[in-house]
Nanobody
Framework: QVQLVESGGGLVQNGESLRLSCAAS???????????MGWYRQAPGKQRELVAT???????TYADSVKGRFTISRDNAKNTVTLQMNSLKHEDTAVYYC??????????WGQGTQVTVSS
């Protein structure tokens, strides 16, 4: 069983910053490792979309809408991933979900954390 626990969401004004963190835990990590970690988001009435991902080796991908504003990083030893979000815009308002792709063939999701950017 894997648990992903997110933290750091909240309410901010346009142009401000937030830092999201996610920690993965579970006994399976005695046998398996996390290949990729990422952040996705879902705004009301919209489909869940990719925000950013990072591989175990540190390669990153970003949605075009967040490039230059968001930075993803991870600590492989601690099984954590962080999303630094700068210059937030109203359209970044969404529930943000942490994702982990494990080399047991499964991927796992956190419960989500709300980010609200007031205009």
């Amino acid at each position: 069983q894997v648990q992903l626990v997110e933290s750091g969401g909240g309410l901010v004004q346009n142009g401000e910053s937030l830092r999201l963190s996610c920690a993965a835990s579970g006994r399976i990590f005695n046998f398996y490792v996390i290949n990729a970690m990422g952040w996705y988001r879902q705004a009301p009435g919209k489909q869940r979309e990719l925000v950013a991902t990072i591989t175990r080796g540190g390669s990153t991908t970003y949605a075009d809408s967040v490039k230059g504003r968001f930075t993803i990083s991870r600590d492989n030893a601690k099984n954590t991933v962080t999303l630094q979000m700068n210059s937030l815009k109203h359209e970044d308002t969404a529930v943000y979900y942490c994702n982990a792709v494990v080399n047991n063939g499964y991927d796992y999701w956190g419960q989500g954390t709300q980010v609200t950017v007031s205009s």
